[in-house]
């Protein structure tokens, strides 16, 4: 899944250029690109799809050519997750009606990746085999709102768990609750599941989208035609909400993963390295006084920098834009961008 615009990681993540296609972390690899080199050792290039914004779709063809230009799908609007989900879980039913799929996040980081491997390994084995609905479960570390939450049924000595209930971003309050029971996982949005057991959710779940895509004949010259024609009509909702909160045959599997989502900047912060001031700068001419736990990024590399005084900020210089704003205010830059819009010619800058 490759569609969405970033904006918690507004300036950098921006509507023309959105976050899974930049190397935030100065790897050499933009995040769409770590992601396929991640799935590619178990899957391959055939048998993966991308789906994104049909915006994105040449730029996906640009930093990923080994995978076939077929499989590189756009979506003439977004919709959130339900709708690509059912729209490939239907495409690769064509293909293949016995297959088991995984739904993978185009632009999260996974250290770990031997253990993310032996996990997703497990999980086919389970999904192929039983109509269960899987996923991944992070162990959280802090009672963020920007996940979802998963609470298990906790069963020892197993390598899964049945979900007791699944509840998308809850607000602060209901996140410490969350993280002080101990039996609750960050949803890291991936997700294992035979087309058989995914179509039958959403057939029971969201009929109505189901009865949409039923319409459609996938890998053929009509399917972008029949796919234009029905996604203005189906509903935006996220699959989290959609079908997961609602089925009783999710299951998770716990993994710790070193994983992050990249999706703030204070999740940045805490996956690059930091000077002797704990600052985490990608510039290579800076001089810093008195100034601790700052993310400093700066788009001209070459630009002489000077910080003083200032703490556990986030600043980020772009050609367009400067944002300079405490790292404990990282959840409100999506409020920044949707004030943008009502800024004289705030468009420009998003």
Known sequence: MA???????????????????????GVGRTMIQQTYDRIKK?????????ITNKEYVSLSHQQLP???????????????TSACNLYMANKIAEIDPQATMIVLPADHLI???????QKVEIA?????????????GITPTRPDIGYGYIQFVDKKGSDFFKVKTFTE????????????????????GIFIWNVKSIHDAFEEYLPEMAQHFKACD????????????????????SIDNGILEKAKNVYVIPADLGWSDLGTWTSVYENTEKDENDNAI???????YDSTGNIIHMKNNHKMVVIDGLKDYIVVDTEKVLLICPREHDQLIKDYVLDLKNFKKGEKFM
Do not use: H
């Open 111 to 117: 250290l770990k990746e031997e253990t993310f491997l």
């Open 66 to 80: 080994e995978i076939p230009e077929e499989n590189i799908v756009g979506e003439p609007m977004a919709k959130n």
């Open 42 to 50: 178990i899957i391959p290039d055939e048998n993966i799809f991308v």
């Open 3 to 25: 569609g969405g615009i970033g904006s918690r990681f507004w300036p950098m993540s921006t509507q023309k250029f959105p976050k899974q296609f930049q190397d935030i972390l």
């Open 282 to 288: 990608n510039q290579k001419y800076l001089l810093t």
């Open 169 to 188: 971003k809850p607000i602060l309050e209901i996140a410490q609750s969350f993280l002080e029971s101990g039996d609750f996982l960050w949803n890291a």
């Open 124 to 136: 086919f084995d389970l999904a192929s085999k039983n109509d269960f609905l899987v996923t991944l």
């Open 218 to 237: 996938y890998n053929s010259k009509e399917e972008n035609n029949c796919i234009e024609i029905i996604y203005p009509k189906v509903q935006k909702i």
